[in-house]
């Protein structure tokens, strides 16, 4: 077991971080926000230049055959620089198609999935719903071929800017998902307004929209709950890169800032608070990592492994945010300062794939169910 | 120890319960201290007219300027968690800690000039205090006062000026003499916010409001006789008048209540992992937790009112009940906002949010409470040390 | 409403604590432990010149006719003082048997207990059970006008040293009460070690045990759950005395021992949680008296504020003790030292009459159950 | 960044796994780093033989002693790990720490002599760094050292002295020159325990047992070949001997482990408010956090057993896991004295105590791991100022 990243693993950290150091600095951040656009196109093109896009998919597809720890070097950065656009959702539908795809979608998806020109996000939750395939209402009929879905979904990433949306639904009684064009009848995307100022989500109605019986995966629960999984370590990864970046920042302010004649720094209360915060950090870093590599191995223990991960990393960032608020006192409450940003990007973090009670309850079952009877 | 109220005091809540009800111009639509539109101040103005005029407000002033003969202490109380209970406006502003200042340390031309003027609302006031660099050491301000003539002359900067943007009056503390410990040499003032030279800029805060203002004080002059008290006794002018601020603490409880009521309200209809949340025993003891919080910061904040009727409250009472309150609401606001499960990303604005995201913005908010005033950490500093004697650090 | 202590009141606590300052020091309390004894002769006999056993029993039967508040004031001074007797139960029972108990019982035992010349305690909770009126399982059957008794009790206070057993029973489905001599035939009595260093608890068998049928109470759920909550409320008190005292210890301690060449107490984590305890016992006390009030008034939210009272105190106070063990260090993890006597009485005060979750799930249940459907 | 494990560490944890089971002389009976009982020592001294002899211990040592050419840095984590996991003893007492002592700082003729003995179990090594004066502040202890011709004569008193009842050999720290700033002026000695005027009297710790001793040093002659290391130069040796002492992070997880097992174990037939305790999913939940927290405890444990075999380890990597572990036992024992609800209050010896009474024993040892060693609120300090650069606090 070895947790050192390898030389094109750190030397992708290290090209992605000062990518996005340049091309989304917290003032691009807002204004990309302001706009209302949910991808910046310049970092879009840097992103897929770098790889990031066809970092999981196939050397035969034309991507780079890399794994979920690439991806979550990626991702960390990302929440890092607060990074907008549907890069690691287009790499989960990319795991997704290669997994369960058919060779037909395959070829005509993976290329392009690899190279950027094909956006993608999946559509799991529903309004009042959880992030588990158990709780997905949205149904799949099948006619003469074809599919007919109905049903909503919410909390959809940068569906906006999205070429294709791979929908979570229900076939028979059993799980199934559908690459759905956005542009079909009966597809209705909303923006919604949310916490994160930082990424773009959607509600989405399908009405009775008719999809190809060719753009169906074939899937199992174990499938969906696999996507699940990689999706919360990503989320892992996203907030242990915000996390980090908050307490980089309250770090440097609390060496500076005076009160009653001395830096905040020097009192234990901070001092305590920064080795908190690096207790968060140093364990979501860890369990994100090795939930990562146990998913990449299949190792039969990866579903809880992912949900260590998430059922820490929402809480533990969380708590960071918080902390890092607190310390920095009057200046971190002003919209101006880039605090807020981090924080609404790990409280979101936090719901989206299943927030820490969630993940607790998860937990506790996989071990419970998993014993013998004494 | 007694537990019933009684008939007089019942029935003086009931009737401002049902002037509340009747009168109150609208109710807060977000959590905290907030500062009311422009176009809802005229109306706030005159609400506060009311509560003067009903015998609510300024119940302990000097007979003379409105004041009972006899005053009931727990009236005030009273009315505090009757206007938090409704949401609804109370005196916004810094009018009631400058009328503490003026009744204890003012002018008789002061009093009379500047007291009937908030009974009407007809002047607003704004605390000028906090400046970028004394936040919670407020005493290490540096806003500058100087003698010119038979004016001073000021240059600084305040922040976190709630209601700044509506102010006619500030009660403002500036440094007049930098040459003695930071403690002495400050001096209070009542500045008109119209002066030439003070320039009031919105601040917007985390929750996407603007409820604070940056104030710049650009050589603006203040006649001698706005200082309140004596000149560089300031820092005891303040913390006296911050002193007499005792209702406060009895909004606590009504406040924390009035969420666990909405909560429970809409947690009817929430899920927890696809099933009825209020049927998830893990839910429900999340719901136990803060509710046992809110229940606990309430009889606290009684114990503390019986206290301060009785004279017997302890300097450590009212701060623990302010860290506990605070971090009891950021608590109910964090489980307000983690109830809605997936619905809880969607904000104020938008179509689907519960109650209008008024749960993400008091999350949000909610670090105001635990910061201002005197962060938390600062305040249990306070309290170890002066309430229970443990040593100063060594600085 | 009023929480200060009247003139009785205040000199009911005063003399309390100083009796019990002499009569129940630390080293006092050890010696009787390692006695093997429930109680303290010489205490019983002061506590009941003092007027404790009759406190809460009306004049007419040789009381003094006061309430929970005045139960609560000794229940604090009895946690304070870590002092062992059936003082409390006996209350409780004597508040039992004028409640719910028959003309008959009531002259034959309650001049008695107001006197002290019988002590008495209550058998509710059984093994793997819970502190409910809905979790009894111990059985009576009525038989030619007496009951038989069958089931096992634990966790008894000061049956050893009692003159009567208050059982709490199921006849017929419906909660009952019966009033049991320990000396009675098929009850066997075995005293437990505890993690209470301070007070003896028991477990009880009862092989259908004859109990005449003047020995059975009149009482319904909400009787039962009445006893529970004054109980609920008086374990509350004594963990309030217990966990002051420990928060005196600690400021005391930390105010003279230095570490790094300064007072621990100048250290600002160690002031933290002085002002964290502060809030639990502020809290605490609060909480427990106004439970104390409501019961005593019979206010319809009475046993919500029983609840709130003891899911309170019961964190609260034992984290209090966790913090002054923690800022002792060494020294306070040593047997010698009192410390970890009043952290086990705090302990064992948690798990008594249910601890904090269980009331956090009752004061959820109570709420929710007694709202309006929207 | 690899999750797979070799082959041949694979077939050595296996390796040590059997030998453990085979040949480990009994088993634990209570949490913690405890004292054996006497009759146990003798069957404890073979067991340690049988650990150097079988390549499980002392495997860094230099060759000449016993240590291997080129050893396998994980192979002292696997050994730590499984004895943790058996609940096997280990090298009791401060063996291990006498060991880096000598052979980082020791003499040839100290090598020769000492370090075939702890290898053999015939010579047991106690600590004796604290005192009643100096816990988390170990700099200012007190014991003098002074010399007298070619001995060194020591007063003072040592305390929390693990195993000091069975020891043969003291690792002490005195002061030699108490003119100089207190980190200075320390010498590090091995003392054997047996010289006149060194007196253990064990001490009953709040557990009811006895681990701990308090050690008196009555005009104690030791001779001055026995100085570990320079004169004066005490804090550096032993800093060294304890930064060295790094197979004890291994040993985190897998001790959780074990306590999760047991507790689910018994949870099966708990009851929660008269309910099976598993089917409530507040239970679950509390037990999904403590899970949680358990695998994050021995994942972190294992990155920096990573970073220790790449030698990239940073300073807050030890200490962050140490505070994060012993709170994480903490909260574990206290669950699992709460999950056993009623029945939680018996304790060993009672009839009816879960596995005699083992968690409420593990609750009230807990607290020793959050104090020992440097108390969480000090290694806290440390970390932030050493690994995050915050400032010192005035003095």
């Known amino acids: 077991m070895d947790f050192e990243f390898n030389e094109e693993q750190a030397t992708l950290r290290e090209i992605s971080r000062s990518a996005l150091l340049t091309h989304s600095s917290p003032a691009h951040v807002r204004s990309l926000a302001e706009s209302g656009h949910d991808v910046d196109d310049k970092l879009w093109r840097l992103g897929t230049d770098l790889g990031w896009t066809g970092l999981a998919i196939g050397e035969d597809f034309g991507g780079s055959g890399q794994s979920l720890v690439e991806l979550c070097i990626v991702a960390e950065e990302l929440g890092r620089a607060l990074a907008a656009g549907p890069f690691i959702t287009s790499s989960l539908v990319g795991l997704a198609v290669e997994r369960f795809g058919s060779d037909t979608i395959k070829d005509e998806l993976l290329p392009r999935l690899a190279d950027g020109s094909f956006r993608a996000t999946w559509a799991l939750a529903e309004p009042r719903g959880a992030w588990t395939p158990a709780s997905v209402t949205t149904n799949a009929i099948a006619t003469d071929g074809d599919y007919i879905l109905h049903g909503r979904k919410t909390a959809v990433q940068d569906a906006g800017s999205s070429n294709g949306i791979l929908v979570s639904a229900v076939l028979g009684g059993a799980p199934a998902l559908f690459m759905v064009d956005p542009a079909s009848t009966g597809v209705t995307l909303r923006k919604q307004k949310t916490l994160d100022e930082s990424r773009s989500f959607y509600e989405i109605d399908f009405d009775n929209v008719r999809v190809g019986g060719g753009r169906r995966l074939e899937v199992d629960a174990s499938a969906v709950q696999w996507l699940c999984d990689a999706a919360a370590v990503l989320t892992s990864a996203d907030s242990l890169g915000a996390g980090q970046r908050l307490m980089e920042m309250t770090v440097d302010y609390v060496k500076v800032r005076e009160q009653f004649d001395r830096a905040i720094g020097s009192f234990q209360a901070v001092k305590h608070k920064i080795s908190d915060m690096a207790i968060g950090v140093k364990g979501t870093f860890a369990a994100t990592y090795y939930a990562a590599m146990s998913l990449d191995l299949g190792s039969p223990d990866a579903s809880r492994d992912a949900t260590v991960a998430k059922s820490f990393s929402s809480d533990a960032m969380s708590r960071l945010a918080g902390q890092a608020l607190q310390s920095h006192g009057g200046i971190g409450f002003t919209w101006e300062h880039d605090l807020h940003l981090y924080l609404r990007r790990v409280k979101t973090d936090e719901t989206l794939y299943g927030d820490t009670p969630a993940h607790q309850e998860r937990l506790a079952a996989l071990l419970i169910d998993d014993r013998p009877a004494t | ?395």
């Open chain 2, 1 to 395: 120890m007694r537990l019933d109220i009684s008939p007089e005091l019942e029935a003086f809540r009931h009737e401002v319960r049902t002037f509340v009800a009747q009168s109150a111009p609208g109710s807060r639509p977000h959590a905290g201290v907030r500062a009311p539109h422009a176009e809802q101040v005229p109306a706030i103005r005159a609400w506060i007219a009311a509560l003067f005029e009903a015998g609510y407000l300024g119940m302990s002033w000097p007979e003379e300027f409105g004041g009972q003969a006899d005053p009931v202490p727990e009236h005030a109380f009273i009315v505090a968690e009757e206007l938090a209970r409704a949401r609804a406006w109370e005196q916004i502003g810094a009018g009631s800690l400058g009328a503490n200042a003026l009744i204890e340390f003012g002018t008789d031309a002061q009093k009379q000039h500047l007291l009937p003027r908030i009974r009407s609302g007809q002047d607003l006031w704004c605390q000028l205090f906090s400046e970028p660099g004394a936040g919670s050491d407020l005493a290490g301000l540096q806003t500058r006062a100087r003698l010119d003539g038979d004016e001073y002359v000021v240059d600084g900067q305040k922040v976190w000026t709630t209601n700044g943007q509506h102010a006619d009056i500030g009660y403002l503390l500036a440094r007049t003499d930098p040459t003695v410990s930071k403690h002495r040499g400050i001096t209070a003032f009542a500045i008109d916010m119209r002066t030439p030279g003070v320039d009031i800029r919105p601040l917007r805060e985390i929750t996407g409001t603007s409820d604070f203002n940056e104030v710049f004080l650009d050589s603006v002059r203040i006649p001698a006789d706005r200082v309140i008290g004596e000149v560089n006794d300031g820092w005891r002018v303040a913390n006296s008048s911050l002193g007499h601020e005792r209702s406060g603490v009895a909004a606590r409880g009504a406040e924390l209540f009035a969420m666990l009521d909405d909560l429970l309200d809409f947690a009817q209809d929430a899920t927890f992992v696809g099933r009825p949340a209020l049927r998830d025993s893990g839910v429900r003891q999340r719901i136990g937790k803060v509710a046992t919080d809110i229940h606990v910061t309430d009889l606290m904040s009684k114990v503390v009112q019986s206290r301060m009727v009785h004279g017997t409250e302890d300097a450590a009472d009212a701060p623990l009940v302010k860290i506990f309150y605070s971090e009891v609401n950021h608590a109910a606001a964090e489980l307000g906002v983690s109830l809605q499960g997936v619905d809880g990303l969607a904000v104020e604005g938008d179509e689907n949010a519960v109650a209008n995201g008024w749960w993400q913005d008091a999350f949000m908010y909610a670090r105001a409470l635990t910061i201002a005033g005197g962060a938390n950490e600062v305040l249990r500093t306070v309290v170890a040390e002066r309430s229970y004697g443990l040593p100063r650090e060594p600085r």
